[in-house]
């Protein structure tokens, strides 16, 4: 599962998360709120957007730039590639294979901000041919460690075609995602950037877990 969901929100400078989540929706000219489930099985996990105060953080660690190309796995309604975008200036890449999800951030980048900067890609990510510009790669735990496992192996390849340093980004990753990845000859953990501060309950999963090709 992507998340323990429906997580109380704190004041964070003067401003409930839930109340963040609605203006930076606003702000953004995007509806990426919600939880869906609906075509979600043991493989493919269901949609569930990055609250923002992750981003926020993520955005602000300085190690996504104008010079990058994101890649996320399991886009959804576009949240990342949108608030990435906008706060980075970076270019982004959303992969959604569910076709009726991937429809709403097609709705989104009509209006949304920054949408010059961004692709959606109804695709399955096993498949899914990872190009030689893409240096950023992120995961909000999309599928089960069975696909993972065949995605790296597409993001390997990649490296391998065209060496250049790649940063894989995995937030709130299951016990089962860590054991695997520590696994992987060519990936080293670099850092992580802690998010326990931004929710109640001091959670230890709540972190962005930072991988290098």
Known sequence: MRR???KAGIDLKNQTLSARESNWDKLLKIKTSGRDDSAADCYNYPYEPTPYCVLERLAGSGLITSKDMILDYGCGKGRVEFFLAYQTKSK???I???ERIYSKALENQKSGAASGRIRFELANAIDFRVSEDVNRIYFFNPFSVEILRKVVGRITQSYYEKPR???LFFYYPS?????YLMTVEELEFVDEIDCRDLFEGEDARERIMI???
Do not use: A, P, T
């Open 4 to 6: 323990r969901y429906g």
């Open 96 to 98: 959604e294979y569910d």
């Open 211 to 213: 991988f290098q090709i």
């Open 165 to 167: 340093e790649i940063l």
């Open 92 to 94: 982004c890449i959303g």
């Open 175 to 179: 016990d089962e995602y860590i054991s």
